[in-house]
């Protein structure tokens, strides 16, 4: 099993930040919530940093765990852990995905996102 990190960015309007993977990725061009794999010896929260920092170009702090999700691909089984995070600073950048967009919970419907993020994205949903 795998151990994610994703995190659940809001900005100042409370619009939450969703990526969309890159063409020759798993689940290629499914939206998400950003994030990356657990490194041995690194903390959720160390993690979730680092790869945002990474991928975007973007500071967070991270608030609180906001669900834990397990969840079997074909390929493989990961369990993610999201945090609610907020953005501190910097310039987004697209680094490490195809896209990124700030919406709003209502905007969820329009995306097609990963099977392992539904449940984040369903939990954001039913707290409009």
């Not at 659940?8 to 994030?35: C, M, V, Y």
């Not at 979730?48 to 397990?70: M, P, T």
């Not at 493989?76 to 999201?82: D, Q």
Request: include cysteine; glycine fraction near 4%.
């Amino acid at each position: 099993m795998i151990i994610v990190t994703a995190a659940i960015i809001r900005d100042s309007e409370n619009r939450i930040l969703i990526t969309q993977r890159k063409k020759k990725s798993h689940n290629a061009l499914k939206w998400e919530f950003p994030g990356g794999t657990l490194e041995p010896g690194e903390s959720p929260e160390d993690c979730i940093i680092r790869e945002i920092k990474e991928e975007l170009n973007i500071n967070i702090g991270v608030l609180d765990i906001f669900k834990a999700i397990y969840h079997k691909y074909k390929e493989k089984t990961i369990l993610l852990l999201v945090y609610e995070c907020e953005y501190l600073s910097g310039t987004l950048s697209k680094i490490e995905c195809e896209d990124a967009k700030w919406i709003e919970p209502c905007e969820f419907s329009n995306f097609d996102f990963a099977e392992a993020d539904l449940p984040a994205v369903k939990k954001i949903i039913s707290k409009k």
